[in-house]
């Protein structure tokens, strides 16, 4: 991963709404939520709700499936895990830590 890919994912989960939203979508698993009920549990307007929705998806952070009259946004957990990833690449010096980072950095 590039620094710049990292960044425009960091600035994506940089506000709030985004990172609530984005929260909700990764405990909801791989089918998602539909938008409707996004904005439902998150008390959210609908063009509010939207434009969150765009910057997360500019960022690669999730996607849409249209399904019916219902659009569904899930996390990109490959898109999370590759960021995580980047963040931690340099953890103990370079050296893995395995499971148990009591003693990383």
Same mark, same amino acid.
């Given at each position: 991963?590039?620094?710049?890919? $990292?960044?425009?994912? @960091?600035?994506?989960?940089? #506000?709030?709404? *985004?990172?609530?939203? !984005?929260?909700?979508?990764? /405990? =909801? ?27 997360? $998806?500019?960022?690669? @952070?999730?996607?849409?499936? #249209?399904?019916? *009259?219902?659009?569904? !946004?899930?996390?990109?957990? /490959? =898109? ?26």
């Amino acid at each position: 991963m590039e620094n710049k890919d $990292a960044v425009v994912r @960091l600035a994506a989960l940089a #506000q709030e709404t *985004r990172l609530t939203v !984005y929260r909700l979508l990764v /405990t =909801a698993g791989p089918e998602g939520l539909a938008v409707g009920r996004i904005g439902d549990a998150l008390g959210v307007a609908p063009a509010t709700l939207s434009f969150h929705l765009k910057e997360l $998806a500019h960022a690669g @952070l999730v996607s849409a499936r #249209q399904d019916g *009259r219902f659009i569904y !946004y899930s996390a990109n957990y /490959t =898109a999370m895990n590759t960021l995580l990833a980047f963040l931690t690449d340099n953890c103990c010096g370079g050296v893995p830590c395995g499971v148990d980072t009591r003693h990383c950095c």
